[in-house]
């Protein structure tokens, strides 16, 4: 399978009444795709669930194009569609491990002390991807796009749907959950 997401055949909109600085969805592909996918490959930290995730965000994407205004961020659009797209899956799976008397729902982990003063980088990282894997859903998403991706907090409020403040509160909280749990170790 290819490392980088394909783009989706779709027909340029009628040239009727439309200036021809409005870029079509395959232009708009084009120029965020890796982006987004990139972001698909952050949340889910597995690439065969980023290619799906991918997947469905641009058919998602394509399906509503002709609804979508001239004017829109389409770059915020395409980040809130993949968040949203992401959000469902985390609570359908959810529901369906409630449904599963036998498997464990993870929770984050507890705090451990490094007994022998020794910090091991590999296992650190690996701690924190798993921490950063348990945080809530939305917390998740304000983190990874504004610390690995490093976008902006108007754009990250766009894709959660809320306020440029409610998305500084959850990179915030997310941090601070961060610091408290691998505060020592660092």
């Known amino acids: 399978m290819a490392a980088t997401p394909m783009a989706v055949a779709r027909p340029a ?3 009727v009444s439309e200036p021809a600085v409005h870029a079509t969805f ?12 990139r972001f698909a490959l952050h949340l889910t930290r ?9 997947q469905e965000t641009a058919l998602k994407a394509y399906r509503a194009w002709d609804r979508l205004p001239c ?6 659009w395409l980040y ?48 924190v991807e798993g921490f950063i894997e348990a945080l809530p859903p939305k917390q998740r ?3 990874v796009q504004r610390k690995y991706l490093e976008i902006g907090y108007p754009e990250i409020a766009a894709t ?22 691998f505060g020592d170790r660092i």
Do not use: M, Q, W
């Open 13 to 15: 909109r009628a040239a």
């Open 160 to 181: 959660l749907d809320c306020s440029e403040e409610a998305a500084r509160r959850s990179v915030h909280e997310a941090l601070r959950k961060l610091r408290e749990r």
């Open 71 to 76: 004017d829109a961020n389409h770059r915020a």
């Open 46 to 54: 597995n690439r065969s669930d980023a290619d799906d995730l991918y």
């Open 141 to 143: 998403i304000a983190l």
């Open 80 to 127: 809130r569609i993949a968040s949203n797209t992401f959000l469902s899956d985390k609570r359908k799976t959810s529901r369906l491990r409630s449904l599963d008397a036998e498997e464990t729902v993870e929770s984050i982990p507890a705090a451990s002390r490094d007994d022998d003063g020794r910090l091991d980088a590999g296992d650190l990282l690996r701690d």
């Open 26 to 37: 395959d232009e708009t592909l084009a120029r965020y795709g890796a982006e987004i996918y």
